[in-house]
């Protein structure tokens, strides 16, 4: 299994990340903030906006690490571009925590008005 997280499932580019900021769902969970998008083909993209607001260089590295192994890990429906912006408790959460947290923002995207 090639565990390397390959670019053509990360979102790269600036106006990637605002079509899915402006046009994608948005759901906040206690961790993160997720934005979904669906997409034409069947590849899903991930990407990240570690900002300066989570801490240093070191907090938003480890919290990258944290949400691509959470992303390789988690079965994520096909089709979608999905940007995560993680919070400070991030950083300091367990991988099942920050897993739970992220399937919970996905069932708020597949079912939008409903509270969970």
């Known amino acids: 299994m090639d565990r390397r997280f390959r670019s053509s499932r990360r979102i790269r ?5 605002q079509k899915a900021y402006a046009e994608g769902t948005r759901a906040h969970g206690r961790l993160m903030t997720v934005f979904v998008l669906p997409r034409n083909d069947t590849r899903t ?4 906006a570690a900002t ?6 070191v907090q938003r590295n480890r919290a990258k690490r944290m949400v691509r192994e959470m ?3 988690y079965p ?8 995560v912006v993680p919070r400070p408790a991030l950083v300091t959460a367990s991988l099942a925590a920050i897993e739970a947290d992220y399937a919970s923002c996905l069932r708020r995207h597949a079912h ?3 509270r969970r």
């Open 71 to 73: 992303f390789r890990q």
């Open 13 to 17: 580019r600036r106006p990637e990340f």
């Open 112 to 114: 939008p008005g409903r």
């Open 45 to 48: 993209r991930l990407g990240i």
């Open 52 to 57: 300066k607001k989570l801490g240093g260089a």
């Open 76 to 83: 994520t429906p096909a089709g979608l571009d999905v940007v």
